[in-house]
């Protein structure tokens, strides 16, 4: 199945927004945990200005164990991320890194922060860092593959992708985006079976917004290739 370019462009539009939604740390942190619309990602969305303030005058005073001071200091990026304050979840990310260089997940949430920011080669770094402490980070490649994807390399965000799915094969948010590289490189029948594949794994995760979407797409598709046929 070939698509045409009129067609094509109408599913990279539709695809993006699948992109767009794993791009969020809250997301890439939790694959298969944390649904788009969960109580957990509004609560996150939700938070007032206030609420960051107050959470940085606790951390000030802060006086925890090591693994509390990290989760803590997690939180507190994603709640200035969630409010685009990307400029103040980098620099708390970057002193959580500081004081905890060997933490893998740290350094995957900067890379997370540095790619909203449309800072890629820093964002691919951070990825990498976060691989080489623990080689086994399915979340951190995916966010490389999710950059090469947004600079149009697609054939390096497939072997991406690939690499997390090799970790974990059930990893549905890789999936869906190894799906929009390979219709992006006219692997039609590849970019089908990953988007199926992706589409019965956020079932079973009730994930239903993004079951939604993918179920749009595929129906798409399935025009798209009856009226070539006519």
Known sequence: MKLNSQMKSAFVLTLSIITTIVISPLVLAHPGKVAVNSPENLTNQLISSE??????????????????????????????????????AEENLR??????????????????????????????????EAIR???????????????????????????AYQKALEINPKYADALANSAVALLQT????????????ALDIFKTQSRNERVFQIEQILQRLKNSDEAEIF
């Open 51 to 88: 609420g960051v303030n107050s959470s940085v005058q606790k951390l000030a005073q802060f006086s925890g164990t090591p693994n509390e001071e990290r989760s803590q200091l997690i939180q507190q990026a994603n709640a200035l991320s969630s409010q685009g304050d990307f400029t103040g």
């Open 95 to 128: 002193k959580l890194i500081k004081k905890f260089p060997r933490y893998a997940f740290g350094h995957f949430e900067l890379g997370n922060v540095l790619f909203r920011q449309n800072q890629a080669e820093e964002a691919i770094n951070a990825y990498q």
């Open 133 to 159: 402490l623990n080689s086994n980070h399915a979340l951190a490649y995916n966010g490389i593959g999710l950059v090469y994807a947004s600079q149009s390399r697609w054939e390096e965000a497939i072997t």
């Open 186 to 197: 006219n692997q039609q029948n590849d970019g089908i079976a990953a988007l199926e594949k």
